[in-house]
């Protein structure tokens, strides 16, 4: 810790502090929506390389000789604002940067593209334009940016109907999914066809495959951090659409005009409305909706509140048979301050809650199973922006986890709760961006997290058989254990030119909860755990290099990234393991070490009538672990040796783009038998090692049509069709063995598959 | 249920699901030991069966074993018995043993040079309250359940497992319960059903004579059957072999239970 210190030191010692510099700070916004833009680049005329780049809250601080000034504010999308200040004292500027498609209705967009991908030190970052993914095709027509990470370059998908996302060959509990920094627990909707992102109430997403800064942490392989949009200040406007399966509505506006704004959307499938008119179905339901809401308000030119919220709920029953529901809450009280011109603070108060009830009341069985898992976490976050080279952040986050795994009640059964797991994530961290020379520039920082389990509760001593051996009783808050894991960050990137770098990282991530399945497939009932004196944190180490070049000025650009990832205290399932409602959990479980690695090739072409990408992933995944396979390596479920998506889209005319996405990926590692045996008077299945098989490969081409209706001052509509898996390939979803119906003799292998042809149809208006 | 429903959802959300045989190459496998053997309270000759494995594709066959020596003893009442190999290879049969409630008993099997050996102790029984159908509604579809119940004695930790036949076929569902959920309380099991059977061919109607073997089982055989029951279900986190509680490295289990026999007709 001391060296770390020092280093600190060191840092603020080698600022130059020039008595006749001012510094020029304040937000970028949106022109037309008063929306702050994040990622906004500001460039300074006179000095090449002096530029600074909006923070998530669209603030940005410049700091500059005394005198008279020209900036560039540049931003994807938008037309370049040039500003001219003279400066004779600090000054705090709004500025305010128009969108171009408000500005050029030209057939085609001739966005400026900058070449942040080149200069920016961070690695595995990945950053997509809602834009961009309003026109790609997907299932049922619903726009789904959980889906539409999966297209880039070492994120996986868990197949038709999975929710689970697999980044740089992490599980699929290892992606931390922040929404308005509130962790969301489970962000499937009706068994995993669609994600908890309601894509109309987003304003950014971030996707970093596990090499994110110190002010991310908690798990191994990725942190998907979705912004929420806050609304426009300016004016009221409405915004919706009516498809296939569900409508949206959002409602913006300004509060005090310029002063604070809200959003509000809202989403709800319908399936079951259309079952309910036949009499047969009445009491069945089969939904979800989501909420979003989210306003702010600036108290004084210093401090901006906001407030928000998500509320999300499946619900799937057979009348008063058989129910279950599912659902997050999360909310998000926001205090952001400026204590001056060069230090930002925010300071977050976030809640999360993950639920779900299922009801049974057939055939002699009436019971409710209630489980849950709730986060109060309160975070603090400074940026300091030491020169326009050198920003430094630090801060803390305290996170309190209370974890209900079960509880049964009912007629049927005796009332029984599985001890309810209390415990207290702490964290401290400081990080720094540093353009150190004109072609390098640096990330580096340190997050040190520590990990208390908490009482009350009986906790288990094991013996090497995994029999409990001792049980010890921990009194309420009373500490059982504490882990301490330092996590250190670092990014580099070696500028070689102005469309080519190379760029080197390494990242430690520990991760204390982990999801426990009783099923292949991504259920509602996973159930989180969490870390205790048996089931240790979760550490990975992960190494990578990069080189990335644009082409064509910005047109188009690409990147190889190789990566090789070394991962401790990694779960798996004892054979025969019963995990469903078992107390003594960690007495199912078996631990040992995993390894990733891969390559990752990316193209992608930005402007024009024609725009999309092409990514590759050639990667392997494997765990080793005492007492599966012989203790030999074996591969992770999620291991797909090739993964490929073609995304492109082309805008034919003013009124119309067409779209479409192919992939291709190696099918999972699986289990599947090797031979059969006589018992019970029935043939059963004879297993000789864990996901030794693979599940043909998955392909799918899907195409869309977005066709501009209306386009007025005050409304807009639009017209989204789309066909998924428009070639009708049957996807393993998966393979089932049996006795041949027809021949009492053999035995067969049955394959599911879920998805073929789905049309879609969505009508999308907006009054402003 | 939990799964009748998910799959419920599935075909209404999925107009395009699918189902179809196909072609895998499953490697082929140096045959195991597999040894099966039951002690039952019936007052009937009980038997042990031993077997090999075969490939995955092979014809439906059952490969006894022949040449073996097994023993079954009731360690409480001390009786010793070498069972006798039967006409059909591979089959094993008592000639001493009489099963008997609370009784231990252990199996010491030797073959081809190798010795397995396991205990199992036979649970007090547990008596059906009924067996009886019913109908039910789900989604405008009558469909038809044959159940049993009971009554789960309060005082005792139990586990049952129950094997059901239709027409004497045996049906292709585990159903086991132990009572950590239900202790002292009425349990109900669905037997079978005229619809949402993972496998069609089990699915029952009227005039079908439905017959079970109610058992009351011990502990290691519960968890047997339950890992059973996941390595039969493609969908289950860990598809391994079921958990033996013989040693010597075979498949299988050695059981000694009570027996219950019930049957109706379906009308």
């Known amino acids: 810790m001391n060296k770390f210190t020092i280093s600190i030191l060191l840092l603020f010692l080698s600022v130059n502090i020039i008595a006749q510099n001012y510094t020029l700070s304040g937000t970028v916004k949106d022109a037309e929506s008063g929306e702050t833009l994040i990622g906004v680049g500001i460039k300074v005329l006179s000095a090449e390389q002096t530029g600074v780049v909006t923070n998530e809250y669209g603030f940005y601080s410049i700091t500059l000789p005394q005198g008279k000034h020209t900036l560039f504010v540049e931003s994807m999308g938008y037309t370049t604002d040039t500003i001219r200040v003279n400066l004779t004292q600090n000054i705090q500027k709004e500025i305010s940067i128009k969108s171009q498609s408000k500005v050029l209705n030209e057939v085609v967009v001739s966005s400026k593209k900058t070449n942040e991908n080149i200069t920016s030190a961070q690695t595995g970052l990945q950053k997509l334009d809602m834009k961009e993914i309003n026109l790609l095709p997907v299932l049922f027509g619903e726009k789904d940016i959980l889906k539409s990470i999966q297209l880039l370059p070492g994120i996986k998908s868990g197949g038709d109907g999975g929710g689970a996302v697999y980044v740089r060959g992490g599980a699929g509990d290892q992606n931390l999914l922040l929404l308005d920094e509130a962790p969301v627990y489970n962000a499937s909707h009706l068994l995993g066809f669609f994600s908890t992102f309601n894509s109309d109430a987003l304003k950014d997403v971030s996707v970093y495959k596990g090499t994110e800064p110190a002010q991310y942490g908690g798990r191994l392989s990725s942190v998907m951090d979705v912004r929420m949009k806050e609304g426009n200040k300016q004016h009221y406007q409405a915004e919706g659409s009516i498809g296939l399966i569900s409508s949206k509505l959002s409602v913006e506006g300004p509060i005090v005009k310029d002063k604070g704004s809200f959003f509000i959307s809202g989403r709800r499938t319908y399936a079951d409305m259309f079952l309910l008119a036949s009499p047969k179905y009445k009491g069945t339901s089969l939904y979800f909706y989501d909420l979003n809401m989210k306003a702010n308000y600036k108290i004084t030119n210093k401090d901006v509140v906001f407030l928000s919220g998500y509320f999300g709920k499946d619900n799937m029953a057979l009348k008063d048979l058989f129910g279950i529901n599912w659902g997050n809450a999360t909310g998000t009280l926001r205090w952001n301050h400026l204590f001056n011109s060069k230090l930002f603070s925010n300071t977050s108060f976030i809640v999360s809650n993950y639920d779900y009830n299922i009801d049974v009341n057939f055939g002699g069985s009436d019971f409710t199973v209630k489980s849950n898992i709730n986060d109060i976490n309160l975070k603090q976050d400074f940026q300091y922006y030491l020169s326009n080279s050198n920003t430094l952040k630090f801060g803390f986050s305290s996170i309190y986890h209370t974890i209900m795994p079960g509880k049964v009640t009912g007629t049927s059964v005796t009332d029984k709760t599985l001890q309810n797991q209390y415990s207290w994530e702490n964290a401290i961290f400081v990080s720094d961006e540093w353009k150190v020379y004109k072609w390098l520039n640096l990330n580096a920082g340190l997050r040190y997290s520590a990990f208390s389990v908490l009482g009350a509760g009986d906790f288990y001593t094991l013996d090497d058989n995994k029999n409990v051996i001792d049980t010890t009783h921990y009194g309420s808050r009373k500490i059982v254990k504490t882990y301490y894991n330092p996590e250190p960050r670092f990014n580099a990137s070696f500028i070689l030119n102005d469309a080519s770098s190379f760029k080197i990282a390494y990242a430690r991530n520990a991760q204390y909860l982990h999801l426990i399945s009783n099923s292949s497939t991504s259920s509602p009932t996973d159930k989180w755990t969490s870390t205790d004196n048996n089931i240790k944190p979760e550490t990975a180490d992960q190494y990578s290099v990069g080189y990335f070049k644009n082409f064509n000025k910005d047109m188009f650009e690409s990147s190889i990234e190789i990566y090789y990832k070394d991962m401790k205290n990694q779960i798996d399932y004892k054979d025969g393991a019963d995990v469903l409602f078992n107390q003594q959990l960690a007495t199912q479980l078996l631990y040992g070490i995993g390894r990733a690695y891969g390559m990752e090739f990316y193209l992608k072409k930005n402007v024009g009538r024609f725009t999309g990408w092409i990514s590759y992933t050639l990667s392997r995944t494997e765990k080793k672990i005492d007492g599966i396979n012989n203790g030999d390596w074996y591969a992770a479920k999620q291991d797909k040796t090739h993964d490929i998506s073609i995304v492109a889209s082309y805008k034919m005319s003013k009124k119309v783009t067409v779209s479409a996405n192919w992939v291709y990926s190696t099918g999972s590692a699986v289990t599947f038998p090797s031979g059969k045996y006589l018992v019970n008077d029935q043939w059963v299945w004879l297993y000789t090692s864990r996901n030794g098989y693979r599940m043909p490969a998955y392909h799918r081409l899907d195409i869309g049509v977005n066709i501009k209706l209306k386009e007025r001052r005050h409304y807009s509509s639009e017209l989204a069709v789309g066909l998924y898996n428009a070639y009708g390939r049957e996807n393993a979803y998966v393979i089932d063995f049996r006795e041949d119906p027809d021949d009492a003799t053999k035995t067969q292998a049955v394959q599911t598959a879920l998805f073929r042809f789905v049309p879609s149809i969505s009508w999308n208006f907006k009054f402003k | ?267």
Do not use: W
């Open chain 2, 1 to 267: 249920m939990n799964k009748i429903l998910i799959f419920a959802i599935i075909s209404l959300v999925t107009l395009s699901s699918c189902e179809k045989v196909i072609d895998l190459d499953l490697n082929s496998v140096s045959p195991k030991l597999v040894i099966e053997g039951t002690i039952t309270n019936t007052g009937m000759p009980d038997t042990v069966k031993l077997s090999k494995t075969i490939n995955f594709q092979a014809t439906n066959e059952f490969v006894g074993v022949a040449n073996a020596l097994v023993i079954v003893t009731d360690n409480t009442a001390g009786i010793i018995d070498t069972l006798r190999a039967d006409a059909k290879p591979g089959y094993y049969i008592t000639s001493k043993i009489i099963g008997t409630q609370e009784h231990q008993y252990s199996l010491r099997v030797v073959s081809e040079g190798k010795e397995y050996t396991a205990q199992s102790t036979m649970p007090q029984q547990v008596m059906l309250d009924s067996m009886y159908q019913e109908t039910e509604t789900i989604l405008g579809k009558n469909i038809i359940y044959a159940r049993c119940r009971y009554t789960d004695p309060a005082n005792q930790t139990n586990q049952y497992h129950v094997k059901a036949y239709k027409n004497n076929k045996p049906l292709d569902d585990i159903i086991i319960s132990k009572d950590t959920y239900n202790n002292g309380l009425n349990k109900t099991f669905d037997l079978a059903t005229s619809d949402g059977n993972s496998n069609k061919e089990d699915n029952i109607a009227v005039g079908d004579t439905i017959k079970i073997n109610f058992m009351c089982i011990d502990k290691k055989v519960y968890d047997y059957f339950n890992s059973l029951a996941q390595t039969l279900d493609a969908n289950s986190a860990v598809l391994a072999n079921p958990l033996t509680n013989i040693s010597g490295g075979c498949l299988g289990y050695f059981s000694a239970h009570t027996v219950e026999t019930k049957k109706i007709v379906i009308q």
